[in-house]
């Protein structure tokens, strides 16, 4: 019998020797595996509904038509010109009647609206207003003369305290001019207009057409 309790006591200790010998520590993880291949694409969704369209503007009033321009004269040219003190050069002046030529001082402007069928008259400007041409004093003289595609403005001023002439001014001078064809003129005149008064030949040339 005590052979018996021997060999089981021998028995369990072997089995729990054997159990206790099987539980290790935890060993290290793993390697990763391979990723795996793609899954087929899903279907397409379904297309969302349109947004909706935003409301046109409102369209801007039309502006107003600009007022009518005053009608021109095509037989009417006109200009002003600014002649500087330097800008006068000295020329010989034919006398007339005579063979006795004079000094005078000259400034040309060359226009093509001046023909052998046009009129020029001329003003130059005195403190805020113009004076027709030729203009005469005591002191100075300013002329004009014109010939076909040009305008001849001439000055020739006299020194009362050296009794010596000079052939520029001492101030730079503003002239104004005007072509207008001769048969033109010659309406101007049987009507009354005084071709020397700048301000009533501009308002009868901006009055009549031709």
Not at 13 to 24: I, P
Not at 79 to 96: L, M, N, P
Not at 97 to 122: L, P, R
Not at 164 to 188: C, G
Request: proline letters at 3%; aromatic letters at 8%.
């Amino acid at each position: 019998m005590n052979k018996f309790y021997r060999v089981l006591s021998v028995v369990t200790l072997t089995l729990s020797v054997a159990l206790w010998s099987c539980k290790g520590d935890q060993g290290p993880v793993g390697p990763a595996g391979a990723t795996g291949a793609q899954g087929a694409a899903g279907p397409t969704g379904t297309t969302g509904p349109a947004g909706a369209m935003g409301t046109t503007g409102a369209v801007g009033a039309t502006g107003a038509a600009g007022a009518n321009g005053a009608n021109g004269n095509a037989n009417v040219k006109g200009s002003e010109v600014t002649v500087k003190v330097a800008d006068w050069k000295t020329v010989d002046v034919a006398g007339i009647g005579t063979g006795t030529t004079s000094k005078a001082g000259a400034f040309e402007v060359k226009d093509a609206n001046i023909k052998a069928s046009t009129y020029v008259q001329a003003w130059v400007k005195v403190g805020t207003e113009f004076r027709s041409l030729p203009r005469l004093t005591a002191v100075e003289d300013v002329d004009y003369a014109f010939s076909t595609g040009k305008l001849t403005l001439n000055y020739l001023g006299y020194t009362t305290t050296s009794n010596v002439y000079v052939y520029a001014p001492q101030t730079d001078l503003v002239f104004s001019y005007v072509t207008i064809e001769k048969s033109n003129v010659l309406n101007m005149q049987s009507e009354g207009v005084n071709l020397r008064n700048r301000d009533a030949v501009m308002s009868y040339l901006q009055a009549h057409k031709y």
